[in-house]
């Protein structure tokens, strides 16, 4: 059994959680250059910083630098058009989504992987973690809300609309099948696939593949959204350091991780994405038991791992399930994370204290 850590009372007020990079900018050698970007991509706030080690005579660092950050822009709205999104109708999702019901539809090997990969962290979560939820997330639509920043005018779903809406999820009945032909998968008529929870960090696991075939590429930092991938090291040498954000006032942090290349950080808090209606914060995570936003004792929760989809999918799952069965589950995965409770309490894993480091200011 893993011990955890009990942060002092101090910390009550502070917690946290959702990752701000931190990026170094000094070390920029004469060798070694580095390069900035923000876009949008994949409904999120995607932020790269690259460096580049040149080796080749004709052509310029920055040059090599600026096409990987757009070969990485490019695969991430790939992602997005061909494959994650549901309301795209190119995507394999929104395929799927359309086929609910019409048998078996074929998809691509790695949409079998991620879906055989979800359908276990299902099982794993007691179904905490649910890919089925699609048409709960369309009638709760908290992500469209949030983008246009004004709940004024929202309309919380009715009760009746909540159980018809939980009637059609269920990972159990989504149908995979492997054949000679290739894979396939099947879901039921009225069912919707949202693959929300793990499509930033499926993301960074592309990402990765991309950077290991650049060899020029010396270190990286590249932010999806709340998922973040560090990569190789910087050029003044030492860890990279992630912020955690504090759930309780995201614009402060309550600490930072500090981390080697090759690690995933992904966080999953109901400060994120919500609306507010009469003084009640209603968030982007639910709770597939219920059909409503998940209330566990979490804010926020923060994972480290090497795989994307991992740590990305056991962020929401832990959110849904709260702190002590979230470690639990993590046990499974060989996880690490970094749990904070409504009242700022931090509790984490053992393996994360060999990460994490309080600000200052939290001391
Ligand atoms: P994340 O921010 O990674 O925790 O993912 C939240 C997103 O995943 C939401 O915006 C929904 O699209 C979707 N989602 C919400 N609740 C769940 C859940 N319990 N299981 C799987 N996906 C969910
Ligand atoms: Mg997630």
Redesign the pocket.
Known sequence: MKKYLKTPRVLRRATLLAMLPVFFLAGCGQKTECEKSIDTAMGTVISQTVYVTGNSATTTNSKINEKITDILLQKLNDLEQKELSWRLESAEVARINAAAGEGQTSVSPVMAEWLGR?RQI?EESAG????S??R??RLWD??TWAAAGDSGDYELPRQEEIAEALATTGWQKIQLEQQADGDSVSIPAEMQL????????VALDEILKILEAHPEVSGAVISV???ILTYGSKPEGGAWQIAVTDPLDPSESVGVLTLDGGHCV????DY??YVEVDGVRYH?????RTGSP?HSDVAGVTIVTKDGFLS??L???C??LGQEEGQQLLEKYDAEGLFIDHEGTITMTEGMRQYFHLSNSQK
């Open positions: 979800c299902s905490a973690f649910d890919v939820i699609g709960l997330s908290i992500d949202d693959l929300g929870a793990m499509g930033k960090g959204g709340g998922s992904s966080t999953s808090g994120e994405r982007h995570i639910l709770n597939p998940a990305d999918a962020s929401t799952a959110f849904v």
